[in-house]
């Protein structure tokens, strides 16, 4: 208790001479460590409360119904959102990217052999949701990445996963 009556009484000191004094809590220095590692499929990665693992995910051939480009396949990632704020949650398949060397795609497509694709919803505090996305992906191209933006405002806000 004591502290943090010091601490507010040194930053209005500092403010009041002229001084301004920003205090960063150690979750943000964490929380900016997460959007610069890449995570291995089977970890959790965690951001202002929201934790995204990459369950598992496979390489899958089109369907007899499926209009996909020549060359390509499905590459279909199982995931699970869990909402660890204390604010609701809201998500989307249009969150994540696949991204290969360099080049992001959306995972917006919707195999016939794939059930369980994650849809649009909220979670409320405590939370979770496990689901697949889907992308169109070319058949041995290398490195896949899965991005989860975290922030509509910079695109460059991402919790990555590599898919190997």
Same mark, same amino acid.
């Given at each position: ?6 601490? #507010? ?15 960063? *809590? *150690? ?19 965690? @951001? ?10 496979? @390489? ?5 119904? +499926?209009?996909? $480009?020549?060359?390509? =396949? ?14 609701? &949650? +809201? @998500? ?6 696949? /991204? ?7 995972? +917006?497509? &919707? *195999?016939? /052999?794939? $059930?369980?694709?994650? =849809? #649009? ?10 689901? /697949? ?9 290398? /490195? *896949? ?9 910079? $695109? ?9």
């Amino acid at each position: 208790m004591r502290k943090g009556i010091y601490k #507010s009484m040194l930053l209005a000191t500092l403010t009041m001479a002229g001084f301004t004094a920003v205090v960063t *809590p *150690p979750n943000t220095i964490e929380a900016k460590s997460v959007l610069k590692k890449v995570f291995k499929v089977g970890k959790t990665a965690t @951001y202002k409360g929201i934790s995204l693992k990459v369950n598992s995910f496979q @390489y899958v051939e089109p369907g007899e119904y +499926d209009s996909i $480009d020549e060359g390509k =396949h499905y590459i279909v990632a199982n995931v699970t959102i869990t909402n660890k704020s204390r604010e609701s &949650y +809201d @998500y989307n398949p249009y969150d994540f990217k696949l /991204n290969v060397n360099g080049n992001n795609t959306d995972f +917006d497509a &919707y *195999p016939d /052999n794939v $059930d369980n694709l994650i =849809h #649009s919803g909220t979670l409320d505090k405590g939370a979770s949701v496990t689901g /697949n996305l889907a992308a169109e992906i070319k058949q041995g191209a290398t /490195n *896949p990445k899965l991005k989860m933006g975290v922030s509509i405002f910079d $695109d460059s806000k991402n919790i990555t996963f590599s898919l190997k």
